[in-house]
């Protein structure tokens, strides 16, 4: 009797595993092929969906931060219109470029030393801003930075991006003993943290090879951007889940939590990646 309940209950598991990773792909690959299709069809409809993808994200951000608010939403659509579509001023692009950088800078350092994000009514408009909103900013102008856009950039950075996640939690998975930083995600490991950066490092030589938009070592740089903060983005977005007491920022997207859960590497490693973009039109 009992060693048939312990079959029931092994052969339940794994149903319920597969049809839950069922569910995860079938939602993984919906949220890509939107993104792809609004990245190919052009500027504006790839700045409008991250403009939609932002009212979300910032919805799932403000319930992490406890806050509610529509002066977020106002600041939302009011930069985007200055800085993604209208292109207001370079000056001001770079001011906030470096305002942006610096704040999440901070992040990382409050991430490392301190237990608990200070998360004090000023400081929340700070992060909603600067560490949201600007970021999604650069995302959107990552593809243009030379002027014209090339949707190709954006969707070899995104693959950057899907690689170093699949194959940090693969190799950390099967591989992993070391924990890269226990007290805020106890399944991040150090062997998954190199294996997702070996992997993203190849993958930007693949990218090289098909697009040869950037030299190859040009791209190798990305990857590495892209591993390390965009990991740190994942660290400091899951002490907000752990300081609100959640385990998913929303539930948007099943078997992934909320599309902030989802964007949070990316949105963390795009002004990084855009500076370094712009590090490298300056010096050519």
């Given amino acids: 009797m009992e060693v048939a309940q312990k079959t029931y209950i092994c052969c339940y598991w794994k149903i319920y595993n597969m049809k839950e990773n069922f569910v995860r792909g079938l939602s993984g690959l919906l949220y890509a092929s939107i993104l792809v299709v609004a990245i190919f069809s052009s500027e504006i409809a790839f700045t409008t969906l991250f403009l939609i993808f932002g009212v979300i994200c910032l919805r799932e951000l403000q319930r992490l931060l406890h806050l509610k608010s529509y002066l977020g939403y106002f600041l939302l659509f009011a930069m985007f219109f200055l800085f993604s579509y209208y292109r207001w001023s370079p000056y001001a692009t770079l001011v906030l470029l470096l305002i942006t950088i610096f704040i999440n800078l901070f992040l990382v350092k409050d991430l490392m030393l301190v237990n608990k994000i ?119 977005q899951s002490k907000f889940k752990r300081q609100a007491g959640v385990k ?37």
């Fill in 248 to 284: 998913d920022s929303g539930r948007l997207m099943p078997g992934h939590g909320g599309l902030f859960d989802r964007l949070d590497s990316i949105i963390f490693a795009s002004p990084f990646v855009y500076a370094y973009l712009q590090l490298l039109n300056y010096v050519s």
């Fill in 118 to 236: 200070p998360l004090f009514e000023k400081k929340k408009y700070v992060i909603i801003i600067f560490y949201l909103i600007s970021s999604l900013i650069f995302l959107t102008l990552i593809p243009s930075y030379t002027g014209d856009f090339t949707p190709e950039l954006v969707v070899g950075i995104f693959s950057l991006i899907w690689i170093n996640d699949t194959f940090a939690y693969l190799v950390g998975k099967n591989f992993g003993e070391k924990k890269l930083f226990e007290r805020i995600s106890p399944k991040k490991t150090v062997e998954g943290f190199l294996g997702g950066l070996f992997f993203t490092m190849i993958a930007g030589y693949l990218v090289h090879f098909y697009t040869e938009l950037l030299e190859l070592h040009h791209w190798i740089g990305i990857a590495i951007i892209m591993s390390i903060f965009g990991t740190l983005g994942d660290l400091i």
